[in-house]
């Protein structure tokens, strides 16, 4: 195990700042009916500033069901969940709308991109219910999108767009609110497995900078880009460890037959 | 965020599905556009009714012979003897409220001049007729006090009468034969028109000094009816009380017994012709408020299906940070937006249709401000009320079944 000590959560204050994800025993269950199934069953994690970790496990291991509490999109049944000391368990949708809103940063398999509307316009979208003009939103939007080099396609609709190209807006707004985390859930699974390594250079590239990454995948080859791999099964963390030696997906792109893009 | 990024995504949202959304508003454009129209003409038609009765003379009595019930059979109105000339008089002499009154009796009469003839009306009156009638002359004048004194044999027409029997020929000096009586035609009437209230045409008929008319045509002594002006709008209904009771005394009638006379109040006739008019428009116009209702179902089925297709634009939005009340606000937006613009459009089929009403069937058709004003409350309202399910249904939605959703 190389987690690092287990912190104590009522002393996660100042001298923890560098702490952005506190999970502290979080449970969750389901009533199916007469049913109940009980999807995390005691879950603890601590996630540093800077960290880039990749979360695998098979379907039903309880992945899913963590990165909607880590995504604020779901509650805990018990346990507590601090994003950058704030007390997520409790929160009111309302207040967890805007925690979604301000400090997290979706990557959805499926792209999520709305049809018919330009590459610029899906960027902006958080920005419309962050509490910033609209000038400074679409100013942002451009910016989140020549980070993804998209500088040159905001007016290109998403059915005028490559996966690849689609997965990068995507990303883009994630980005365009300066998130403190950033959740992929699959992001590459919809991929070619060239576009996917792309993806997961800009990943690196995002962490390289600071921006704390949290990824789902079950594809052992893309897990390896991040820093640290956390197993999940049976609703428990089974293996977290460190990776070592990960390879620069910038440099592995170089080895991958070109393909047409 | 603010009222008009909701409503440019709104409008956005509605251009992407531009057939969808043109047809939608269809419902509430034809629903707008039928109840401005019928509106229009309900209120078109009681603006002509009130002008009509106004025209006649704002402080007009009618005091009518009563019916008579003879073997259990009602005679109809003006069958009594009892109104006489003198109770005429008396009411001038003894009602304050009274400014003129003139007495009339009615028979009916073929008209004849060389070849053409024409059956009407021929009502005996005295010249003050005229004047309480405020019932100018386009020529000649009324016969006088003098013609009435005589049982002179002269005759004032209205335009149809004069229409008909001398067409472009001057009809002023001429003498026509009423049942083979000859009289002098000494004046030819305005024309007024069709009366509202009742429905006939005020212009045919001929009128003749009482006294001829009873002592040459029929025969008769007593009135049919009496026309009193008050002496103002105010006390027309005072006159009212103060004539029924004068006439009740003048003909000895018990208290527990019916009048043998009726008096009516113009004011009061033109509260019958509105409230006509009025249940007409009201007719008229919920037949037309329920393809207002069609229209706003359709929109809630549009917005059903939209946030049905939309779910995981739903889910997205919620990801990103809309709260349930940003995603209600979103759909309830295009909910109004489609109405009102179906509204607005509406407006304008329903001003071009009473524009083509007036023009084509000639109806006078009345659109005013306030039912505008109504028009565009009215459909904001349906996409508010019709839009609001659909909208809590999108709100109500979970992000991450939203998502999921394919």
């Given amino acids: 195990m190389a987690t690092t000590s287990q912190p104590d959560v009522k002393g996660a204050t100042k001298q923890d700042h560098e702490t952005i994800i506190l999970v502290r025993d979080v449970h969750k269950y389901y009533e199916l009916g007469e049913i109940r199934v009980h999807a995390l069953r005691g879950v603890s994690i601590e996630i540093k500033r800077g960290d880039f970790v990749t979360i695998m496990g098979a379907s039903g291991s309880g992945k899913s069901t963590f990165m909607n509490i880590l995504g604020c999109l779901d509650q805990p049944s018990a346990g507590r969940y601090l994003l950058e000391n704030i007390e997520v368990s409790g929160l009111s949708k309302r207040q967890l709308a805007a925690i979604r809103n301000h400090k997290i940063g979706f990557v959805f398999q499926g792209f999520n991109l709305l049809s018919r509307t330009t590459a610029l316009e899906n960027v902006e979208l958080p920005t419309l219910y962050a509490r910033i003009s609209k000038a400074e939103g679409e100013k942002r939007s451009r910016e989140a999108l020549a980070l993804v080099g998209l500088g040159d396609r905001v007016a290109h609709f998403p059915s005028q767009l490559s996966g690849g190209q689609q997965q990068r807006v995507a990303i883009a707004r994630a980005l365009v609110n300066q998130p403190s985390i950033l959740l992929a859930d699959e992001p590459t699974g919809n991929l070619d497995s060239r576009t996917a390594v792309e993806i997961m250079d800009i990943f690196q590239k995002l962490n390289d900078d600071g921006l704390t990454i949290v990824l789902v995948t079950h594809e052992p080859d893309i897990a390896q880009f991040a820093k640290r791999s956390i197993q999940f099964r049976d609703g428990r963390i089974r293996r977290d460890e460190r990776i070592l030696n990960r390879p620069r997906a910038s440099e592995v792109i170089q080895n991958l037959p070109k393909l047409e893009d | ?406």
Avoid at chain 2, 122 to 137: A, L, M
Avoid at chain 2, 163 to 187: C, E, H, W, Y
Avoid at chain 2, 215 to 240: D, E, P
Wanted: glycine share 10%; aromatic share 6%.
């Fill in chain 2, 1 to 406: 965020m603010d009222l008009l990024a909701i409503i440019r995504i709104a409008m956005r949202a509605l251009g992407r599905n531009k057939m969808r959304s043109i047809l939608t508003m269809l419902g509430i454009m034809i629903g707008v556009g039928a109840v401005i129209a019928m509106l229009g003409v309900g209120q078109g038609a009681r603006q002509t009714v009130q002008e009509q009765i106004q025209a006649m003379g704002s402080n007009l009595l009618f005091v009518g012979a009563g019916t008579v019930t003879r073997s259990g059979m009602h005679m109809g109105w003006g069958s009594t003897k009892s109104l006489i000339y003198d109770d005429m008089l008396a009411i001038m002499r003894e009602c304050p409220t009274a400014h003129a009154a003139a007495p009339g009796s009615s028979s009916s009469g073929q008209v004849v001049f060389g070849n053409d003839n024409w059956a009407t009306r021929v009502n005996g009156t005295e010249p003050q007729y005229f004047d309480i009638r405020v019932w100018p002359f386009q020529e000649g004048s009324a016969f006088t006090q003098n013609d009435v004194e005589m049982a002179a044999n002269v005759a004032v027409i209205g335009e149809t009468v004069r229409k008909n029997l001398f067409g472009a020929t001057n009809s002023i000096g001429q003498t026509i034969r009423i049942n083979n009586l000859p009289f002098r035609v000494v004046g030819v009437l305005v024309p007024k028109g069709t009366s509202a209230a009742m429905g006939d045409d005020q212009d045919d008929i001929i009128l003749v000094p009482i006294t001829t008319l009873q002592k040459k045509i029929t025969g008769q002594n007593w009135l049919r009816w009496i026309m009193v002006s008050a002496v103002s709008r105010q006390a027309s209904y005072a006159a009212q009380q103060q004539i029924a009771a004068l006439l009740r005394d003048r003909h000895r009638i018990r208290p527990a017994e019916d009048d043998d006379f009726f008096v009516r109040n113009l004011a009061d006739m033109a509260d019958v012709a509105d409230e006509a008019g009025r249940v007409m428009t009201l007719l008229l116009a919920s037949i037309a408020g329920v393809s207002l209702i069609v229209g706003g179902i359709g929109i809630m089925n549009i917005m059903l299906v939209s946030v049905t297709e939309r779910t995981r634009e739903i889910g997205v939005r919620m990801a990103v940070g809309a709260t349930e009340r940003d995603v209600q606000q979103q759909f309830l937006t295009e909910a109004v937006v489609l109405s009102l613009l179906g509204g607005g459009i509406g407006i304008l089929f329903g001003l071009s249709a009473s524009y083509l009403i007036t023009k084509t069937l000639g109806w006078p058709v009345l659109v005013s401000p306030v039912v505008i004003v109504i028009a565009v409350l009215f459909s904001m309202a349906v996409g508010v009320f019709f839009g609001f399910y659909p909208a809590s249904r999108a709100a109500q939605l979970d992000p991450i079944e939203a998502l999921r959703y394919e």
